[in-house]
């Protein structure tokens, strides 16, 4: 393909997106195929000539999108939202049209220096205290990076406190294998925090205490004290503390305020999982949400959620930036640059030496929506949940089973599991609406989570309709 034809291809390409995006809702949000339909569509080989992108594009309509899950559908209420919108997508054609890998600040300047600002700003419009950011003074050892997955930034943050620690105890027991003092350390979070908490674990080869939420699914201060008491008694090391505000099932926010003095005491590294929810934090009324976020060690959120911005971009902040890279440092001569006293090298942040010029996307997506564009979008989510919230609480057949204060309602048929699993996957099956269940309080539950970035009540009263009416037929068959 010669530039020419990119230029028309490239046209082509963003009409058919917009095309796309404008009829999405005539699509069924999830598609109906069955595990290996795509082998029967395409050759079992690659092509030795180049083919013409015309038929290329024509082999996306009609074999790749049956399978795909249009998770951008006004139907789509499933997880979380996948971030997506216009100055995002520019953002992501734009990096990979420069295709520059920021490794170091000297691979590509202004991929590293972009990344280090635009998390600055970020950081100040959720409201995380100056020391997480990097400018905050001369001295800062403050900073944001961009990971891919909020997964990596829990892993990131464990394998840091992991290599803290052992130092430490270094210290006391210098003659001690590295591997004794590991098997010592021990970490915590709650039953409602996610999955990654404990892959990360897992993968550093730690202990992991899980526990127990109270009546409102929030991880409490006694809660986690009295595990440490109990495993400190038990000759371990409490070393790190995933607290997660906005969990995965439902929403619910871990009590930081009593947690924090419990993991400093402690000596233990604490990090903060807001995947989703951190993103609300930029609208002052949710901030009281994060009381308790000065004793945080680490934050994240994920703007590839909640804020516009498409997959990957996962930000994290840390108020000590060189207990991050010691855990990561590994410096062969090829990667060296003359300016490393002075700069930053993302490269000692995380996993991945590569990486793309991610912070162009969420720069693109901030200056043009402002601050305030991006603040009426969550609201409206909100808003919107809190409306469906009430369609459910108005109909007495259904229960609504957390606590609404996101763009996430938790609901149920009252009644056995086995009839909420029945409507679920009949709803699901029907292609008309798309959601997941969860876990709450060992009842299974349905997850409404408002997702379509320019989602209306037209869509919430749709939505409900389904819904109602899917539960009217069983309860009818039941009642038979
Ligand atoms: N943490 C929380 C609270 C989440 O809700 C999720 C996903 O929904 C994750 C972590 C994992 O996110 P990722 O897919 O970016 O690894």
Not at 284 to 310: D, Q, R, V
Not at 353 to 375: D, M, P
Not at 408 to 423: A, H, S, T, Y
Request: proline share 4%.
């Amino acid at each position: 393909m010669d530039s020419e034809e990119f230029r028309q291809r490239g046209r082509e390409m963003v009409d058919y997106i917009i095309e796309y995006m404008e009829t999405l809702g005539e699509r069924r949000v999830t598609p109906s195929i069955e595990p290996g339909y795509l082998r029967e569509l395409i050759p079992k080989n690659a092509p030795n000539k180049g083919e013409k992108w015309k038929e290329i594009m024509s082999d996306v309509e009609t074999k790749i999108m049956p399978g795909v899950a249009h998770w951008q559908h006004p139907r789509f209420h499933a997880y979380f939202p996948s971030g997506n919108s216009f100055p995002s997508i520019l953002g992501d054609m734009l990096s990979d049209g420069i295709g520059a890998i920021g490794f170091s600040w000297a691979a590509s300047p202004a991929c590293t220096e972009l990344e280090t600002i635009v998390l600055d700003w970020l950081g100040q419009m959720i409201g995380l205290p100056q020391e997480f950011l990097s400018f905050s003074d001369g001295n800062s050892k403050g900073g944001g990076v961009m990971q891919s997955s909020a997964s990596e930034c829990v892993l990131v943050s464990l394998l840091a406190a992991r290599a803290q620690k052992i130092k430490e105890l270094k210290v006391v027991h210098p003659f001690t294998e590295d591997g004794v003092l590991l098997s010592k350390l021990v970490a915590y979070c709650s039953r409602e925090a996610h999955s990654c908490v404990e892959k990360a674990a897992m993968i550093a080869f730690t202990k992991l205490r899980i526990l127990e939420a109270d009546e409102d699914l929030s991880l409490r201060g006694a809660t986690l004290a009295k595990a440490i008491e109990e495993d400190r008694a038990l000759g371990l090391v409490p070393f790190f503390v995933s607290a997660t505000l906005g969990t995965t099932s439902c929403v619910s926010f871990d009590n930081l305020a009593e947690i924090g003095p419990v993991a400093k005491e402690a000596g233990a590294w604490l990090h903060v999982d807001a995947a989703y929810a951190g993103n609300a934090f930029i609208c002052p009324e949710f901030k009281y949400l994060m009381e308790g976020i000065e004793y945080a060690t680490s934050f994240n959120t994920n703007p590839n959620k909640w804020l516009l911005t498409n997959f990957d971009c996962s930000t994290m902040w840390v108020k000590d930036r060189f207990k991050l890279t010691q855990a990561m440092v590994v410096d062969p001569l090829y990667l060296q640059h003359s300016h490393s006293d002075k700069a930053i090298d993302y490269r000692h942040w995380g996993i991945p030496l590569s990486r793309r010029f991610r912070a162009l996307k969420l720069w693109f997506v901030i200056r043009n929506y402002g601050v305030e564009g991006l603040q009426n979008y969550i609201r409206q989510h909100c808003r919107l949940a809190k409306r469906f919230e009430l369609l459910v609480k108005a109909d007495e057949r259904f229960e609504v089973c957390n606590n609404v204060r996101m763009g996430l309602v938790c609901f149920r048929v009252k009644g056995e599991d086995q009839l909420n699993r029945k409507l679920l996957s009949k709803i699901n099956a029907s292609g008309k609406l798309h959601m997941v269940p969860a876990c709450i309080h060992g009842r299974f539950v349905i997850r409404f989570c408002v997702c379509a970035q320019d989602a209306k009540d037209s869509d919430i009263e749709y939505a409900w309709k389904v819904i109602s009416d899917f539960a009217t037929e069983l309860l009818d068959d039941e009642s038979v």
